[in-house]
């Protein structure tokens, strides 16, 4: 399992974060986000590696995930979305929608 104590904790922090943008409240009592949460970005494209490998690796429906698999595509998924709204990286932000979106759809997804 690749999300640890650690990764939970910053991904607490940045959902509280995007909460604040959510609604509205002003930037100087947003609270601070520590910098090694953006290493969270790195952690999230792994799981959506692995599993994408193991998605390969069968080769036939019907696809079956691990829970835990499933836990951190759901992990991944939230971190994507509210990493997205605390824009704390304008370069790719897009992308990070795009990313969180389509772990969603393939949990979502009937194989």
Excluded at 53 to 78: G, K, S, Y
């Amino acid at each position: 399992m690749l999300i640890e104590e650690k990764s939970r904790y910053y991904l607490k922090k940045i959902r509280a974060k995007s909460k604040m943008f959510e609604y509205s409240v002003p930037e100087e009592l947003h609270i601070s986000v520590e910098t090694q949460s953006n290493d969270l970005v790195l952690l999230s494209i792994a799981i959506i590696g692995d599993v994408a490998d193991v998605i390969w690796q069968q080769n036939n429906t019907p696809i079956i995930l691990t829970e835990i698999m499933e836990e951190e595509l759901h992990f991944a998924a939230r971190f994507f979305d509210s990493y997205y709204q605390t824009n704390l990286d304008y370069v790719y932000n897009d992308y990070y929608i795009l990313m969180g979106g389509g772990c969603l759809l393939f949990l979502q997804h009937e194989w």
